[in-house]
């Protein structure tokens, strides 16, 4: 017998008000950003005059049951569990939270240094450093089973096995409300080839958890292929409900002493907002060529990021880099999303998605592929 | 941990390019205990995407007041220095885990490297205003680099190496070390980690000889106090306050890590950044 999945289904009135959302940032002890002499181009002082009337409907269906309470995410790896930020951040006005990647065995990560900021930016190498899938259910599930944010685990592995087993032990497990595929992990059985960068070696981890599972099943998509388009096609040919973009660009930084590379690990991850114009590339590309949801990550820092990626096709959004500086962007993000959609006069945030795409026969899909008509 | 507005009071150059800041922070001036930092915000995201970690250097709960000591070392900690009186930023804290002074301690022997001083300067207050006794041993390159000691409090004993001989001792902090170890009950170090190392090495043979005696501990006696517990850390001759760049600094993004005894690496600013030093993993063996 499986567990029910828990499932978003209050979707009206879907949103805390705006109101409740600032009041919210006000007891967690919100303060505005950075130096108040610097004046930040991400803080407006007032919002537009509303200029429509009664609730707006934020909500996003990725299929299979999955409805997120609206389309602000966090990013896996930025925020750990979720319970980090606990004090400072009102989790359960996140659409949904994307944990740390989580492997089938205990992993111990990469040697240090992991970190550096870059120009407008930062690499990471942290190396999957997690307790194993056994672990995290253990230390979590029944956490996340008490909040009303979708939970999505972020899954990394070395082997389809490795994917299949992992996906096996979460499905069923109440306080799951989705899976992530971080494909960005090479594949020993190809000789380290990455999935993410073969769209057969993608297809076939996609199809295997597939079957594995019933949960809503995301794939993330990494951004260091020469074209990324056959790849989400044949993922979103395998079963996946939706599309997750982008994983972090490859790349490396130098020590000051210039005798080494900076990183323990040579390589890292480069994030930020000096990602973004990468990820809204590949976000144009592949909304164009797949007929499920895309949810876009990159460079994210305010709200007019989150609508430059709706112009391009996605239908939500990860904040992830940016959570580090401002904690409490993302829950602001909901609140500046719905001012966005009364500002414009649509009744759902559904209206900006996919104004900047070619004109062509169908607009990108919103909703999880076996609700399309 | 929580986030708050912070005024500039008071910036300072106490030193070529090393600056003590004090801000207007009443919550982190009284919720705060020595050892732990904060995480503030530089200015403009689209330029710099981190925050910057400091120590509490020193905490006012009376004025209500923090200070920062840091050296200018990027365009980062440069941005601070152009702050003005008056300008409020963004500090997350307090974070991390504090020093654990025994409550039967009455010697406590700080050591401290160049900046080490910001990790340990808030325990010297804390020290001696439950009533300990205070021997703080610094190392810095030359005089000029040294501490002043007027911005320490005058109870403490203040005892300077420096590597030119310039003034105090012609050497290295850890040479002073030996002379008063048996004096202290504990010690508490930051700075560079091969200096930790060193400590750390001196401290180890030390348990060995007395650590264990002088305040008449008993062994094996009683349930099994787990290692990383604050109870432990009490319990343990030589604590050590660790270094390590931060992303997120509240336990998320596991950027910061030291690789542990236990062998699974603990976060500097979740776990730490204060540890046992017989926690550490000096070797750093990321064997996989
Ligand atoms: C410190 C750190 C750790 C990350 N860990 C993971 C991970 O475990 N799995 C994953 O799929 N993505 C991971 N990512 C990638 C992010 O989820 C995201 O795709 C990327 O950072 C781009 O978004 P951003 O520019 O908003 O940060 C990590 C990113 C950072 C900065
Ligand atoms: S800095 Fe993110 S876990 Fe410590």
């Not at chain 1, 049951?65 to 569990?81: E, K, Q, R, W």
Request: proline share 7%; charged share 20%.
């Amino acid at each position: 017998m499986k567990a029910k999945r828990r499932v978003v289904t209050d979707i009206g009135p879907p949103m805390p008000s705006r109101a409740a959302v600032q009041r919210r940032g006000r007891t967690s002890g919100q303060s505005s950003a950075g130096a108040t002499r610097a004046s930040e181009p991400g803080s407006r002082p007032v919002p537009p005059p509303a200029q429509l009337d009664g609730p707006i409907d934020l909500t996003v269906d990725l299929g299979r049951g999955l409805v997120l309470p609206n389309p602000i995410l966090v990013a896996s790896g930025t925020f750990g569990y979720g319970i980090e930020y606990g004090e400072v951040v009102d989790i359960e006005a996140l659409g949904g939270i994307c944990c740390k990647g989580t492997t089938l065995r205990p992993r111990v990560g990469n040697p240090t240094p992991r970190v550096t900021e870059t120009p407008g930016g930062m690499l990471n190498s942290i190396g999957l450093q997690n307790p194993g899938v056994d672990a995290v259910i253990a230390k979590y599930a029944t956490t996340w089973e008490r909040w009303r944010v979708p939970v999505i685990v972020n899954v990394a592995g070395e082997s389809v096995e490795d994917y299949v087993e992992v996906v096996r032990r979460l499905d069923g497990i109440p306080g799951i409300a989705g899976i992530e595929l971080n494909i960005s992990c090479p594949n020993v059985g190809r000789g380290g080839l990455q999935f993410a960068i073969d769209a057969d070696a993608a297809a076939g981890v996609t199809a295997a958890v597939r079957r594995a599972t019933d949960l809503p099943l995301l794939v993330k998509l990494s951004p260091n292929v020469a074209d990324v388009r056959p790849i989400a096609r044949a993922i979103a040919d395998a079963g996946a409900d939706a599309l997750t973009a982008v994983n972090t660009l490859s790349g490396i930084a130098v020590a000051g002493s210039r005798s080494r590379p900076l990183l323990g690990n040579i390589y890292g991850g480069l994030s930020g907002p000096a990602i973004k114009p990468v990820a809204l590339r590949v976000v144009y590309e592949v909304s164009q060529v797949v007929d499920i949801p895309i949810i876009a990550i990159g460079g994210i820092t305010g709200l007019d990021d989150v609508l430059d990626f709706l112009a391009v096709g996605a239908v939500a959004v990860q904040v992830g880099t940016a959570i580090f500086a401002d904690p409490t962007l993302p829950v602001r993000l909901v609140g500046e999303l719905e001012d966005a959609c009364r500002a414009h006069g649509h009744r759902s945030h559904l209206g900006f998605v996919g104004t900047a795409l070619p004109r062509r026969a169908a607009a990108p899909s919103s909703k999880g592929v076996e609700y399309r008509p | 941990m929580r986030l708050v507005g912070a005024e500039l009071i008071e910036a300072r150059e106490i030193l070529p390019g090393q600056w003590l800041q004090t801000y207007h922070a009443p919550a982190l001036a009284t919720g705060s205990r020595a050892g732990q930092f904060v995480h503030v915000r530089t200015g403009d995201l689209s330029g710099f995407v981190l925050r910057r970690p400091f120590s509490i250097n020193t905490a006012d709960a009376a004025t209500g007041t923090i200070s920062i000591h840091f050296r200018t070392i990027g365009r980062g900690t440069e941005w601070f220095t152009h702050l003005r009186p008056g300008d409020v930023i963004d500090m997350l804290g307090p974070l991390g885990r504090p020093f654990e002074v025994d409550p039967r301690s009455q010697h406590l022997l700080l050591i401290a490297g160049g900046l080490g001083m910001a990790g340990v300067r808030s325990l010297a207050d804390e020290a001696i205003r439950d009533g300990r006794q205070v021997t703080l041993l610094f190392g810095a390159a030359s005089a000029r680099d040294v501490y002043p000691t007027a911005l320490l409090p005058d109870e403490v004993e203040y005892v300077i190496a420096t590597d030119d001989g310039s003034v105090g001792h012609h050497g290295y902090v850890t040479d002073l070390v030996p002379a008063y170890e048996a004096w202290a009950d504990q010690a508490f170090a930051c700075g560079p980690e091969p200096m930790l190392k060193a400590v750390s090495r001196l401290a180890a043979t030390r348990s060995h000889r007395m650590g264990v005696a002088k305040l008449g501990r008993k062994r094996g006696g009683g349930k099994a106090i787990p290692a990383g517990s604050p109870a432990a850390r009490r319990k343990a001759f030589l604590q050590v306050s660790m270094e390590q760049r931060m992303g997120c600094a509240v336990g998320a993004c596991l950027g910061c890590v030291v690789m542990a005894t236990s062998g699974t690496p603990q976060r500097v600013c979740r776990e730490g950044p204060v540890f046992a030093s017989d926690e550490i993993d000096w070797e750093g063996s990321w064997g996989r």
